[in-house]
């Protein structure tokens, strides 16, 4: 005999996605409204991620990635990494370790700039009336093929809303991530929603305000819709 929460009617699931959408709209257009007038002005960017992770052992994980930046109103391909990790989640529920490797290749004035990035990451995870909390601490190593090699301090806190929508578990978030070196010279602030395709396929879109720090002090914004396919194994 069938319990009346396993009956979901063709109109039940209609109902469901108009709500879906409708949060979702509500949760951007709340985003886009606090946006500062002078980052609506700024460049136009499209981001995207793709990566795949499988576990190969107990509490260990090791993933591949590919990452793209197109600027000029996502026009134009200027920055592009590959990073590949190992991670330990087996020192506490609440706590990972990895320890990754990145090639950076970034483009300026017609010219492609080599960079190697190691990078360390602990990263803390708490729920708080039901949000999570995911806490990502980041200290990396910048050796570059123009300039000054230099470490390199990142913070990334995210939150994820109590609440998924529909069959594809729709989960709206927040985020943002401070770069610091010798002050803070880059600021990220994140709204998106993941979601999940197939079991081992998830999918992310965004959007983000960044704003760089300039030589003189002054600080440049940039306006960026990001994407993220993530296969996991």
């Not at 087996?90 to 483009?107: C, I, M, P, Q, R």
């Not at 190697?116 to 909390?133: L, V």
């Not at 990220?188 to 992310?204: H, N, Q, V």
Request: glycine share 6%; hydrophobic share 35%.
């Amino acid at each position: 005999m069938f319990r009346r929460r396993d009956i979901v009617s063709g109109g039940d699931r209609q109902v469901t996605v108009k709500r879906a959408a409708a949060s979702l709209i509500a949760f951007f257009s709340f985003f886009a409204a606090v946006v500062p007038a002078d980052a609506r002005k700024a460049d136009l960017q499209y981001w995207h991620t793709e990566t795949v992770s499988w576990k190969v052992a107990d509490d260990w994980k090791v993933s591949l990635s590919n990452e793209s930046y197109f600027d000029d109103d996502a026009s134009h391909r200027y920055y592009h990494e590959g990073d590949i990790g190992v991670s330990y989640s087996g020192l506490a529920k609440w706590f990972d370790l990895s320890l990754n490797f990145k090639h950076v290749l970034t483009e300026s004035k017609n010219k492609w700039r080599r960079e190697e990035r190691p990078h360390i990451n602990g990263t803390f995870k708490f729920n708080i009336c039901k949000f999570s909390f995911i806490d990502r601490n980041r200290f990396e190593y910048k050796i570059r093929e123009a300039g000054t090699d230099f470490w390199k301090y990142r913070n990334l806190l995210t939150i994820k809303f109590p609440c998924k929508f529909t069959s594809l578990e729709i989960q709206p978030y927040i985020a943002d991530e401070l770069h610091v070196d010798e002050v803070v010279s880059e600021n990220r602030s994140y709204a998106g929603f993941t979601f999940k395709i197939t079991k081992e396929l998830g999918a992310d879109i965004y959007y983000m305000q960044k704003r760089n720090r300039q030589s003189g002090g002054n600080w440049i914004g940039a306006n960026v819709i990001g994407t993220r396919l993530k296969l996991d194994f």
